[in-house]
């Protein structure tokens, strides 16, 4: 217990201070975009937060594959927990881009493809979570759940490929794009370094809420029992 403890704090602290360092470079290491400003400096958190809710979706859609081939609960919590967090990055993409469009369309939203498919992408595992609050019977919920959540994950590549496959306002790919990144070296240090940070923060949540749900798991379990 003291060792798994201890790697719990290991993890914190690792997070901690990566995105303390990301942070830094974010705001004062990265120079201002020549065209947009500082206002560009919401790139460093809006790409990084829709690359783990991009993560928490897959292992979603991994963990409910597992879950329906072998049975085992753990694989059902972990799908559990890692949706809540991409529900929490995603919402976090659809702030932001907002925040960051405004001041370089004069419009905080337009019915872009990728805004449109990054929307439908929280309203499906919204609905995810829902279906498994309100299905009284969690075995068949949970079953129900890691369907919906493997077909869902086919709107995550449509969000990947929507500037590529359709006419859109938002910028085109900075990363895999086919012509260089078009970043300064600081701008692609700096975002390389948040992907990082914000991967092992939804490590960490991950980890965290993982292990909270089974503590749940084990109090509903000794609370049937103490009933019965």
């Not at 560009?40 to 329906?68: D, E, K, N, T």
């Not at 799908?79 to 469009?101: D, K, M, N, Q, R």
Request: glycine share 6%; net charge positive.
């Amino acid at each position: 217990m003291k060792n798994i403890k201890l790697t719990y704090l290991v993890l914190i602290v690792i997070t901690y201070m990566l995105v303390l360092t990301g942070l830094y470079l974010a705001f004062i290491y990265a120079p201002p975009e020549k065209t947009m400003g500082d206002v560009q400096r919401i790139f460093y958190f809006h790409v990084p937060s829709a690359w783990v809710s991009f993560i928490a979706f897959f292992v979603v859609c991994l963990a409910g594959i597992i879950f329906l081939k072998t049975g085992k609960e753990q694989w059902d919590r972990l799908a559990a927990s890692s949706a809540e967090i991409g529900v929490l990055f995603i919402v976090i993409v659809l702030i932001t881009g907002p925040l960051w469009a405004k001041p370089v369309w004069n419009t905080y939203w337009t019915w872009d493809p990728r805004l449109t498919t990054s929307f439908v992408l929280f309203l499906i595992y919204a609905a995810y979570l829902m279906l498994r609050s309100y299905v009284s019977n969690k075995e068949r919920g949970a079953r129900f759940a890691a369907v919906f959540g493997i077909i869902g994950f086919v709107d995550v590549p449509i969000v990947y490929m929507s500037i590529r496959w359709w006419r859109t306002q938002h910028p085109t790919p900075v990363i895999g794009g086919g012509s260089g990144s078009g970043l300064a070296p600081e701008m692609l240090t700096t975002l390389m370094f948040c992907l990082l940070a914000f991967t092992f923060l939804y490590i960490t949540l991950l980890v965290l809420r993982y292990q909270s749900e089974g503590v749940v798991k084990e109090f509903q379990a000794l609370k049937h029992k103490l009933q019965n």
